[in-house]
């Protein structure tokens, strides 16, 4: 189980609920698990610059980044915005709420889904990270469904 400081894997799930665990370690508990990432995708309600900055510092170990934001965040704040745009493949805007990080690399997959928002808040959040390729593979088509109903950021 998931101490305080940090995710464990438990029969393929890594759970947490925790005010320690934030999104960015989630992030890197994944990527350090695969190593180098040859596709993520990210979906969040907002996104911080301490999270764009550690992609920029991870953008070697991932091939391709794919990022979702909320329309009103994004319009909120389009500094952030263009600043995420830039550091990742490509970004797409809709009516989101949804906080997941998706991975794949050296044969592995990976999904979190949790409640974290992609920023640094020290709330009890809560999330699972998964490794089963039956569930992930339910939640690729709906990233293909959530493009859909998505418009990509040309900036």
Known sequence: MASSTKLNW???IA???SNQIQFQDVFDFMLDDCKRADKMVISSFAISEALVRRIIRNRHR???LTLYLDFTIASRNPRMTMFAAKNVDELYL???HSKTIYTSGNGKEYLAVIS???TNNHRYECGLVIRSREVIS???EQYNQMKNDSVKWNG
């Open 94 to 96: 809709t009516n989101n």
């Open 138 to 140: 339910y939640f690729r």
């Open 15 to 17: 759970p947490f609920l």
């Open 116 to 118: 974290n928002n992609a």
């Open 10 to 12: 438990v029969n393929g």
């Open 62 to 64: 991932i091939d391709h």
